[in-house]
């Protein structure tokens, strides 16, 4: 699991870095992505969210999420 919650604090990192980038509040992603705010802290706090979430946010912020499996 160490590589999953690395994986997550980097997507917060990204997500967190794109929003500031284009000036918005978490309120304003939340509403242009389609998701509640919370949904928005809880991806920028490197917190497990589901993956349709997470890519309604990537979406409105233009970056690319790329979804993979771990094998056994």
């Known amino acids: 699991m160490p590589d999953q919650r ?26 242009r992505a389609g998701v509640s705010r919370p949904s928005v802290v809880r991806v920028e706090h490197g917190y497990d969210v589901n993956t349709a979430t997470l890519s309604k946010i990537a979406d409105v912020l233009g970056l690319t999420v790329q979804v993979t499996s771990q094998s056994d």
């Open 6 to 31: 690395a994986a997550m604090v980097e997507i917060a990192r990204r997500v967190n870095k794109a929003r500031q980038v284009v000036g918005w509040s978490q309120n304003e992603l939340a509403d």
